[in-house]
């Protein structure tokens, strides 16, 4: 049973470039978070989604970050126009559907140059 | 107040010592508790889920004050291994989980 898979591992964008972070989650869990963590900094909300629907979003930048969970495929975590302020690790994280237990993924260190 | 708040540490603490950690939080709706295991560069690992009538496994005991609003954390007999950043995770609700800023932990040979 894969655990929760996250690609790239690592990125790197120049200013102004698109980033575009995977997650599929383990199997059998149809719930999905993002976190980002800066550099000596803890873990951040950024959004929370179910298949085809996004539940939490408070945490996520009101612009140029968006983010999806399709019926079929990964959840993306897309930036747009990075900037060196998005250098960070983001984690995504699944639970079943009743919440309890979080697994997280290896995380993708985007690194903006 | 913040959310969840823990002491950054770092904690030196040399082998074979117990060690304790604290964590506070505001929202006494909170549903549900849990420690985290970061280790440098790596992805939170659940440690354990926190009980109101606390609980042990193995060396790490972990306790939930609902009235005071604080969890705890106790490492007893520390290992070289154990060093790691400690999250303190609250649940507010099915959608919402908190994670403390950790707490660092070096383990001293």
């Known amino acids: 049973n894969a655990g929760v898979m996250q690609n790239p591992r690592h990125l790197v964008r120049r200013r102004g470039q698109e980033a575009r972070l995977r997650c599929s989650p383990m199997?059998?869990?149809?719930?999905v978070y993002w976190y980002r963590q800066l550099p000596e900094e803890g873990l951040k909300f950024m959004v929370y989604?179910?298949?085809?629907?996004?539940?939490?979003e408070s945490g996520m930048p009101k612009e140029r970050f968006s983010a999806e969970f399709p019926k079929e495929g990964p959840s993306i975590l897309r930036i747009q126009q990075v900037v060196r302020g998005d250098s960070a690790a983001y984690f995504c994280?699944?639970?079943?559907?009743?919440?309890?237990?979080?697994?997280f993924g290896s995380g993708t260190r985007l690194t903006v140059v | 107040r913040k959310e969840v708040e823990q002491d950054p540490g770092p904690f030196n603490v040399p082998e074979g010592a117990t060690v304790a950690f604290n964590c506070t939080y505001s929202?006494?709706?909170?549903?549900?508790f849990f420690w985290y295991r970061q280790d440098c560069r790596k992805e939170p690992k659940l440690l354990m889920s926190v009980y109101s009538s606390g609980n042990e496994d193995g060396r790490f005991t972990a306790q939930l004050n609902r009235a005071s609003q604080y969890i705890s954390l106790l490492i007893r007999d520390s290992k070289l291994s154990d060093s790691a950043t400690y999250l303190c995770?609250?649940?507010?609700?099915?959608?919402?989980?908190?994670f403390g800023k950790g707490t660092r932990l070096h383990i001293l040979p």
């Open positions: 199997k059998g869990h149809s719930h």
């Open positions: 995770v609250v649940n507010l609700r099915d959608d919402k989980i908190i």
């Open positions: 994280a699944s639970s079943p559907p009743d919440n309890y237990g979080y697994t």
């Open positions: 929202n006494s709706a909170s549903q549900s």
């Open positions: 989604l179910q298949k085809e629907n996004i539940i939490d």
